[in-house]
């Protein structure tokens, strides 16, 4: 049992602390017992001097007595008694008359009191009475005291040092040796394991230094191990952003990239993935993947019935409307249902699972691109700021991976409507120039041939047939040039004159009897004029004309309508045909620039007659639009304000 407490080589501050106690106690042990004994010598020596004094008053008048009586048998006795007090080492009378009585001798020892008492019978001196005590019993006393007091403090200085030692190994050096060992034991393995100094908690709940010492090394241990958590999630973010990169550039296919992109999530970041784009003013669900292929017909049918939306309540669409994160850390069973728009919803989401989630926009240059919905189903992570940080860094790499993939195929069908607007140009291009040629050939073979003069009729014929094709051949240069311009982005030159519009329409249809009669299509006119405006004539006959073609074309041998209605501050020209009509959809882009309703192999054209028919509409400040049904015709309506429009340009000389 002593070993448990007693101090070892090993414990040093044990003995540092019992060496001090020992030291310090037997330091104020001597200068206690020094005190002690100077106050017990003192008082000693007091009593002896009352002692000597109890003599003078006691003995002197007696002794007085028998020297004047000349009794030195009885003065001799009163000397002898007085030498049995305590301390007493002798007593000598010298009288008056010259004569010595001594009883008991003197040590001569250096520690000696010696008091002298003069004897007088009334005023008569009768001689002197010494008396000499020894100290040497007080000091033999006190040096027994001394020893008795030194031996007792030691013996009980060194027990309460014992008992000191033994409280503080208890209290103090066992619990250093706990913390020590568990210094030397911390690494990064062992974090979690907490510094237990196996005390029990005093009752008003109060610390003490070693509590504060154990709360700091906790704190530390807390410490380090959040600061490896940090790191280790900053390594396992670059790596994982790394890895991101690397997938992401891998391909300029889009729906190549949005796979990648959701099973990457779904293998580092979340249990399942979800992935929204934005196409126009819509909002279309590209993309999910779930970590349990088994639940990937829930996945499938969540797509299928509710498809998303911007007002409804889940994360995907607050990003959408807010352009913010949206993190939910726990996901409770009553926002679940908030977040359900029906019974059945709410049976599909507890059946693919959510518990936590997060949503980050997909952002290119402060354009939103769409969504990425996070979720957490069975694996227990709850989403906080790090992973939102994480997701929103991905969201980022990702949009400008999803807005090159657009832009590689953007670049893709820019590339192949240029080269099908190129073969289209020479193919239209040569339409006119092969006819042309032929008269051309025919005049040149027919006056090689005959030495007379041609038949002017025919030759006149022939002439204007020639000129009708240099027309259209100016017509497509005409197109091509004001194409070209405006994809430049220059605006369209005008040159404003007093026009009629109703001339105009009937210019453009005088020029077009040979189409008109070619397509069959008998052309119904409604001209109510004049109507007057300030416009460009070229602009307005190129956009009459485009219409009317595009209605011969499309017809179907049916009527062609064509109106010129004068409005209160507008006029309206309306061309309506009976023919193929369009779609909606197909309506909504036949203005786009080298769009077409209907296969080129069949109907030909460039692409981009309506487009600039509704870019010099517009330059006059002026609407084009169109109402069309399949099978039923198309109807296109031209709305031009009559006069000029503020920022146009000036009419040349």
Known sequence: MVHAWWPRRGNPLGRQLLVSIMLFSAVISCIATAVQLLTDYRRDVRALENRLEEIHTSYA?????????????????????????????????????????????PSGAQWELTHSFPLFRGDLYLGLLQV??????IYARLRSRALVILMTQAAK?????????????????????????????????????????????????SRDELDEVSAAFNEMRESLQKEMRERQRAESASVFLAEAGAVLMESLDLEKLLQRISALSVRTLADWCIIDLREEEEVRRVEGAYVDATKMPLMDELRRRYPPRADSKSPAATVFRTGAPVLLPHVSQAELRELSTDEEHFRLLQGIGLTSCLAVPLIVRGQPLGAITLGSSTSGRVYGAADLELAQELARRAAIAIENARLYQRAERAIHLRDVFVSLAAHELRTPLLPLRLRLQS???????????????????????????????????????DASSLGSGHPLELHHKRVDLCAVVEGVLDSMKE??????????????????????RRRLEQVVAQLLHNALKFGQRKPVEVSVEQRAESVRLVVRDHGLGMSESEAARVFDRFSRG????????LGIGLYLAKQQVEAHGGTLSVESQPGEGSTFTVELPVSRVPGSQPERP
């Open 443 to 481: 005049i040149l073979r027919k006056s090689a041939r005959d030495r007379s003069p041609l038949d002017p009729e025919w030759l006149l014929g022939e002439i204007t047939a020639a000129e009708h094709q240099t027309w259209r051949l100016g017509q497509l240069v005409d197109q091509l040039i």
């Open 157 to 205: 200085t060194f027990l309460v040092a014992l008992f000191v030692l033994f409280i503080f190994q208890r209290l103090v050096t066992q619990h250093l040796a706990t913390m020590a060992a568990y210094a030397r034991g911390l690494d990064v393995k062992h974090l979690d394991e907490p510094l237990e100094l196996g005390r029990k908690p005093p009752p008003d709940g």
């Open 61 to 105: 008048p007696g002794i007085g007595e028998s020297i004047w009586l000349l009794d030195e048998d009885q003065l001799q006795v009163q000397l002898q008694g007085i030498t049995t007090l305590p301390g007493i080492e002798f007593a000598q009378v010298d009288s008056a008359i010259g004569t010595r009585y001594v009883a008991g001798s």
């Open 598 to 605: 209907v296969s080129d192999r069949h109907y030909g054209g």
């Open 132 to 137: 000499g005590a020894s100290l040497e019993d």
């Open 515 to 536: 189409q008109l009669n070619a397509s069959g299509s008998q052309v119904v006119r409604k001209l109510h004029g004049p109507v007057l405006g300030e416009w460009d």
